[in-house]
């Protein structure tokens, strides 16, 4: 007999008995012991999530990693990478980006690309934005701004 998980891990139940078998105690309680290590817990803390140890389904702690890449001056292209700390792997994350005129010679433009999503080796959270805005000569302009966050564990 076999149970699977929602995820599809399988274990083997040692014991399997039919209607009318009387049942050793010892052989059920092993039986279910198999079972819960199989089932995700249920008594996980708030922000806490469920993850695969390599044995067993565990409660475990994620952190969340915000890199403030501030504005853009005079460069429409802005990019920022929000990292997570060695040895944890980015399970989420997102970013946050605007524009500001900061006068009435300044153009936005229009936002031309727009990234969010992971590292390829998972260690972080990448974002990246682009727009076609410009400054006329002598204006201060804020192109962009931009952050990011990675939800590590």
């Not at 891990?9 to 279910?32: C, F, S, Y």
């Not at 079972?35 to 140890?53: F, Y």
């Not at 524009?99 to 031309?112: E, N």
Request: charged letters at 20%.
């Amino acid at each position: 007999m076999l149970f699977a998980s929602a995820v599809a891990a399988q274990v083997e139940i040692p014991h399997v008995h039919e209607n009318g078998d009387v049942i050793d105690a010892d052989e059920i309680n092993q039986n279910l012991d198999i079972v819960a290590k199989a089932v995700p817990p249920r008594d996980c803390s708030t922000n806490q999530i469920i993850k695969w140890d390599g044995s067993a389904w565990v409660c475990a702690s994620k952190s969340i990693v915000e890199k403030d890449c501030g504005d853009g001056r005079d460069r429409p292209d802005t990019t920022c990478d929000a990292l997570c700390e060695v040895g944890a792997t980015v399970v989420g994350g997102g970013c946050y980006y605007s524009t500001i005129p900061p006068s009435d010679d300044y153009s936005l433009g229009d936002l031309l690309r727009y990234e969010s999503r992971p590292l390829p080796d998972l260690s972080g959270w990448h974002c990246s934005a682009q727009n076609t805005g410009f400054c006329t000569p002598g204006c201060i302009a804020i192109l962009s701004y931009l952050k990011a966050y990675a939800i590590c564990q």
